[in-house]
């Protein structure tokens, strides 16, 4: 079974502080994505992964950046936390579609981690 | 740019009874669509998946019908239980070369005992 784990369930941190989300998938997959998801507003993507080092913003990368130095790890920087971060951050992975033999691309998620910024 | 919607918002049904959750998105050029449930506070779990090649695909109670055509998915649940509760998403991938998902926002499903 395909397995991706996110550091931690629930954080509260305060305006102003850098905020590092942690997310690692056991299945050797290419892609790696983080969301966000808000009452009303869906989930929405914030940035994409394709390759270790390599990265595509999303619908609504400002305010964070994103860094994945290995291919099992992808994490998600709030440089300077506001309180309009405060939200869900759900991480996925799925394997590449062009290198798959059978591209069943299914995306499967991490537990979530619920971010309050007070 | 591919938008996904999802009817009904919310969906409160008897127990035992049979249900279908719609979706429906704008560009039918995608290469499969995937159908997840989503339990309050917690992460996505992926249901079934369809092909776009597909009609249909099911797992135990569940069917997934595809019209790409039409630009409409469907699940279906057969004999809901109380344990079926959670939201249901929906999420085309469209062609392109892109490997992002869009998301509808969901329907709620409360089953009651």
């Known amino acids: 079974d395909v397995k991706v784990t996110q550091s931690s369930r629930y954080l509260v941190k305060r305006t102003g502080e850098k905020v590092f989300l942690e997310c690692v998938q056991d299945?050797?997959?290419?892609?790696m994505f983080w969301y966000r998801q808000d009452p009303g507003l869906g989930l929405r993507l914030i940035y994409f992964?394709?390759?270790?080092?390599?990265?595509e913003k999303g619908d609504i990368p400002e305010g964070y950046s994103v860094s994945r130095e290995k291919k099992e790890r992808f994490s998600l920087i709030l440089e300077s936390a506001s309180t309009n971060q405060t939200s869900m951050y759900l991480c996925?992975?799925?394997?590449?579609?062009?290198?798959?033999?059978?591209?069943?691309?299914?995306?499967?998620f991490g537990p979530g981690t619920r971010l309050t910024v007070t | 740019k591919q938008e996904v919607t999802q009817i009904p918002a919310a969906l409160s049904v008897p127990e035992g009874e049979n249900l279908v959750l719609n979706c429906s998105f704008t560009?039918?050029?995608?290469?499969?669509l995937q159908w997840f449930r989503q339990d309050p506070g917690k992460g996505l779990t992926s249901l079934l998946l369809?092909?776009?090649?597909?009609r249909e695909q099911t797992s135990g109670r569940l069917n997934a019908s595809l019209d790409k055509s039409s630009g409409r998915s469907t699940l279906y649940i057969a004999a809901s239980q109380p344990g079926d509760s959670a939201t249901y998403l929906c999420?085309?991938?469209?062609?392109?070369?892109?490997?992002?998902?869009?998301f509808g926002k969901g329907t709620k499903l409360t089953v009651n005992p």
């Open positions: 996925a992975s799925s394997l590449s579609a062009y290198l798959a033999i059978h591209p069943t691309y299914e995306q499967y």
């Open positions: 299945m050797d997959h290419e892609n």
């Open positions: 992964s394709y390759d270790v080092k390599m990265k």
């Open positions: 560009d039918s050029a995608i290469y499969n």
């Open positions: 369809i092909q776009s090649s597909q």
């Open positions: 999420a085309p991938r469209t062609q392109g070369g892109s490997e992002k998902l869009v």
